[in-house]
């Protein structure tokens, strides 16, 4: 960020300076968002109401020197028996640098046979697996909690503690998977423990009818984890959301949004349902290039540019779409702290994604209006056409030629998460989420090296 005329020592305040009072909030509130202060404030101010220390000040230190300045990660992993939760849980805690703790594990080392339905007593494993949180808690370490709460009365001993997780991965798949899973196991096919099929069942129906009730306080933060996605699939999942921060509550930045993607995907629609949710100011990049010239491709940049500094985008924001379309253009405008945006959003459909979506759009020759679904009125009809553009081959060139420029465009606006991809073969409106989850959200947590 570039800092304001007078405010540095090249550049003091003299006597007939007059301060750009615009540009210093400007300045102030890009700063205070870059460094998550808000997020920050609210942590703090969270560790003294639940903990309550004799000096506040000591213990906002003792936050602050961890090496988690918005908190250590605190994630509960469950899920019905027999589905490898407790060797994707440590590998989480293996990657994050977080304390393993294992409800199983915990009643076997004092001699529990955990194969029984009813295998512990309640306040037995409550009282085991909190006294190790508590160790965890008071050295400002995070943790991965393995199978544990399952019931209601196990989640009230972490709420009468102000124990409170980040993060909750419930892990999902079929009876039949599990079963056929099980199965693997009792023949060497995979690493785990062996369950009788009949307590099997009887331990998912036990977890099911739980499950709901266990987490209902904490139902803001369940993330499902797929695991017929395979191994790698639902680690990618788990990972993902773990690396998720909550939607943040401070004072909202000003959004500068960027959506890309092929012809095809509707990446107006998205754009300007995006602005309207925002309350933001919708751009159509290729219009304004149009707009400005039709021969003169470097007016492009400088018509968007022109534009982007109005006061409307300046003061409200914008969200800009088909734009930019060479990494030229990218560098340039993220070169300019004012105009650099706050996220890059690209949707990536398949090719038959984007000829199926084209193939009904037809124009009135006479009017230009476009038609999706054919008229009623017979005269209107002969009139349609299909436009060179939207012809197949015409997309699929097109969807070739994006794919080949989009990863040094996104290159080119850096590498510190504000970028994403997002498959869109999905429903426009399952796509639209994902946007607006992205865009709404605090940065992702780097991810695991």
Not at 416 to 431: L, Q, R, T, W
């Amino acid at each position: 960020m570039v800092p304001a005329p007078g405010t540095t020592i090249d550049d003091p305040v003299g006597p007939d300076h007059l301060p750009d009072l615009v540009r210093s909030q400007q300045d102030i509130t890009e700063y205070l968002h870059s460094s998550n202060a808000y997020e920050l404030m609210e942590y703090l101010l969270k560790e003294l109401v639940t903990e309550q220390p004799l000096d506040p000040l000591d213990h906002m230190i003792t936050c602050l020197q961890t090496e988690h300045p918005l908190g250590p990660l605190r994630v509960i992993v469950s899920s019905p028996p027999c589905m490898g939760r407790d060797a994707l849980a440590k590998r989480l805690a293996d990657s994050f640098g977080l304390v393993y703790i294992g409800a199983g594990d915990l009643l076997r080392d004092q001699g529990v046979e955990t194969e029984k339905l009813d295998f512990a007593d309640e306040n037995e494993v409550s009282e085991l697996v909190v006294e190790r949180l508590q160790e965890a808690h008071s050295s400002m370490q995070g943790w991965v909690l393995d199978g544990f709460p399952r019931t209601r009365v196990q989640t009230s001993f972490l709420k009468e503690r102000s124990i409170v997780p980040t993060h909750i991965l419930a892990l999902k798949a079929s009876t039949e998977w599990i079963l056929q899973r099980n199965d693997k196991i009792a023949n060497g096919e995979l690493e785990g423990t062996y369950v009788h099929p009949d307590a099997l069942e009887d331990k998912i129906r036990v977890y099911t009818c739980h499950c709901s009730s266990t987490f209902e306080t904490y139902n803001n933060k369940i993330v499902p984890v797929d695991m017929e996605l395979g191994e790698e699939g639902a680690w990618a999942a788990a990972e993902k959301a773990v690396r998720k921060l909550p939607r943040s509550k401070g004072p909202k930045l000003p959004p500068r949004v960027i959506l890309l993607g092929p012809r095809g995907i509707g990446i107006r629609e998205h754009a300007s349902r995006l602005a309207a949710r925002l309350g933001a100011v919708f751009l159509d990049g290729e219009k304004l290039a149009d707009a400005d010239s039709h021969d003169n491709k470097e007016s492009s940049t400088s018509a968007v540019r022109e534009r982007l500094e109005k006061l409307d985008c300046t003061k409200d924001g914008w969200v800009l779409c088909n734009f930019p379309a060479t990494t030229e253009k990218a560098r340039d405008i993220s070169k300019d702290p004012s105009l650099e945006p706050t996220r890059v959003v690209c949707l990536m459909p398949s090719a038959e994604t984007c000829v199926e979506r084209l193939r009904h759009r037809l124009v009135d020759t006479v009017t230009g209006m476009m038609w999706t679904t054919p008229p009623r009125n017979p005269n209107v009809r002969k009139r349609l056409v299909r436009r060179t553009q939207d012809q197949p081959q015409a997309v699929l060139a097109a969807h070739t030629a994006f794919c080949e420029q989009i990863p040094q465009i996104l290159q080119a606006f850096g590498n510190d998460g504000k970028c994403v991809s997002i498959p869109a073969d999905e429903s426009p409106e399952k796509v639209f989420h994902e946007v607006v989850e992205f865009v709404e959200r605090p940065l992702p947590r780097p991810p695991v090296q």
